[in-house]
């Protein structure tokens, strides 16, 4: 069974930086994508960040030059590095892992961007 744990997140103020980390258990070995997505109040989730196995990444446009995706497989772990923050950043971040045809999600954070 696949887990995928969240940290990281809190209140910053705009123009802060945050990283947030997503340590995954179980056991599997398989090739697999990992990555994050955001959900703001009343809003739908939004795609943030992924990055393939061989280490290729790609951004949602709004957080392009902002936000770095990296992966330690040593460590099981999956990072999100956020900079300059704006208040439109304010949302629960979640991330997910693919394995095969199935997604699995992690609990989420909440990262608040606010004066």
């Known amino acids: 069974q696949v887990q995928l744990v969240e940290s990281g997140g809190g209140l910053v103020q705009p123009g802060g930086s945050l990283r947030l980390s997503c340590a995954r258990s179980?056991?599997?070995?398989?090739?697999?994508?990992v990555g994050w997505y955001r959900q703001a109040p009343g809003k739908q989730r939004d795609f943030v960040a992924v990055i393939t196995t061989a280490g290729i990444t790609n951004y949602a446009d709004s957080v392009k030059g902002r936000f770095t995706i990296s992966r330690n497989n040593a460590k099981n772990t999956v990072y999100l590095r956020m900079d300059s923050l704006n208040p439109e950043d304010t949302a629960v971040y979640y991330c997910y892992i693919d394995i095969g045809p199935r997604r699995y999600w992690g609990q989420g954070t909440q990262v608040t961007v606010s004066s």
């Open positions: 179980g056991s599997f070995s398989t090739a697999y994508n």
